[in-house]
T-cell receptor, first 115, second 113 residues
């Protein structure tokens, strides 16, 4: 089956610093990648959709300047949380979908804690 | 805008009991429907999906779901659960070609031995 990895799995940073999270599709080409955020005991909320080689499309209420998304290749997308604050602490999950494929495959998530 | 609601936030049942998790959605057009499962400490996995055709969909691990268009529902069922079915279950839908998923709030299922 299709495998999606995320790195790091867990990160702790100081307020005001930036954090980069990587999402990789290991055995397929991901033409579309999605970034979600999951608060404790809540559902996943879609943050943005990115297609390889083009700018990400952000959901309403998501600050594009704060959550920078780059989908530079067919196997890698990155999410950078800029100038992180404690309220950005959350579980960030990516998913990937190949061309012509109707199923998204999810990464294991990254737990971000901002002190 | 579309939405997905899951009726039960927390379900506790014994092994061998039958499980049914409710999922309703609101959207006037064509939808694709999914059930995902998240086992403790693991990533989301697809249990089953419905796009078109037979409204009774069979998925992995003995799960099935029935799409009832008139009720805007896509309930998940399993006739006999096991302890290993302890997990969080999410109903989700897509309405566009991008495949953007809208998730329900999730149902935590605990199966006791």
């Amino acid at each position: 089956g299709a495998v999606v990895s995320q790195h790091p799995s867990r990160v702790i940073c100081k307020s005001g610093t930036s954090v980069k999270i990587e999402c990789r599709s290991l055995d397929f080409q991901a033409t579309t990648m999605f970034w979600y955020r999951q608060f404790p005991k809540q559902s996943l909320m879609l943050m943005a959709t990115s297609n390889e080689g083009s700018k990400a499309t952000y959901e309403q209420g998501v600050e594009k300047d704060k959550f920078l998304i780059n989908h530079a290749s067919l196997t890698l997308s990155t999410l950078t949380v800029t100038s992180a604050h404690p309220e950005d602490s959350s579980f960030y999950i990516c998913s990937a979908r190949g061309r012509g494929v109707d199923t998204q495959y999810f990464g294991p998530g990254t737990r971000l804690t901002v002190l | 805008a579309q939405s997905v609601s899951q009726h039960n936030h927390h379900v506790i049942l014994s092994e061998a009991a039958s499980l049914e998790l409710g999922c309703n959605y609101s959207y006037g057009g064509t939808v694709n429907l999914f059930w995902y499962v998240q086992y403790p400490g693991q990533h989301l996995q697809l249990l089953l999906k419905y796009f078109s055709g037979d409204p009774l969909v069979k998925g992995i691990k003995g799960f099935e779901a029935e799409f009832i268009k008139s009720k805007f529902s896509f309930n998940l069922r399993k006739p006999s659960v096991q302890w290993s079915d302890t997990a969080e279950y999410f109903c989700a839908l897509t309405t566009d070609s991008w495949g953007k998923l809208q998730f329900g709030a999730g149902t935590q299922v605990v199966v006791t031995p």
